[in-house]
C-alpha cells in the first residue's frame, strides 16, 4: 500500500516537511474541493515547485500529483513545476472524444 498526503490550495506546503520523506506520494488540490470544473488556481503551481525541489535535495522518492482545474491547456506549464501525475475530471468527461482530449494532453507535454 501506498502512503500520501495531500494539500488544499490555502494551505502552505511547507508544514509537510516533517513527512515527506515518508510519504510516497504528495496529492497538491489546484482547486478548492467539492466539486468538479473549477477553474486552476496557478499559486499551486508554486508548491509543486517547492515539493520538486525539496525532494531533489532529500533524494526522497515521493510522486507530486496535482488535481483540480487540469486540462491541455495547464498541463504543460504543470509538469514544467515539476509534478509527475496529473487528474483531470471534467476536461476529459465533459467532451465528446474523451480518449482524443488524453492523448492532447500527452502530446502538450511532450512539446513542453
Given at each position: 500500500?501506498?502512503?500520501?498526503?495531500?494539500?488544499n490550495p490555502?494551505?502552505?506546503?511547507?508544514?509537510?516537511?516533517?513527512v515527506?520523506?515518508?510519504?510516497?506520494?504528495v496529492l497538491?488540490?489546484s482547486?478548492?474541493?467539492?466539486?468538479g470544473?473549477?477553474?486552476?488556481?496557478e499559486?499551486?503551481?508554486?508548491?509543486?515547485?517547492?515539493l520538486f525541489?525539496v525532494r531533489?535535495?532529500?533524494?526522497?522518492?515521493?510522486l507530486i500529483?496535482?488535481?483540480?482545474g487540469?486540462?491541455?491547456?495547464?498541463?504543460?506549464?504543470?509538469?514544467?513545476?515539476g509534478?509527475?501525475?496529473?487528474v483531470?475530471?471534467?476536461?476529459?468527461f465533459?467532451?465528446?472524444?474523451?480518449s482524443?482530449?488524453i492523448?492532447e494532453?500527452?502530446?502538450?507535454?511532450?512539446?513542453?
Amino acid at each position: 500500500m501506498l502512503a500520501g498526503v495531500s494539500i488544499n490550495p490555502g494551505t502552505a506546503a511547507e508544514p509537510l516537511m516533517p513527512v515527506l520523506h515518508m510519504a510516497d506520494l504528495v496529492l497538491v488540490m489546484s482547486v478548492n474541493p467539492g466539486y468538479g470544473g473549477q477553474s486552476f488556481i496557478e499559486e499551486t503551481l508554486d508548491k509543486v515547485r517547492w515539493l520538486f525541489r525539496v525532494r531533489g535535495e532529500h533524494g526522497w522518492g515521493y510522486l507530486i500529483e496535482m488535481d483540480g482545474g487540469v486540462g491541455p491547456k495547464n498541463v504543460a506549464r504543470i509538469a514544467e513545476a515539476g509534478c509527475d501525475v496529473v487528474v483531470a475530471g471534467s476536461a476529459v468527461f465533459g467532451q465528446p472524444e474523451p480518449s482524443e482530449v488524453i492523448k492532447e494532453m500527452r502530446r502538450s507535454v511532450q512539446r513542453g
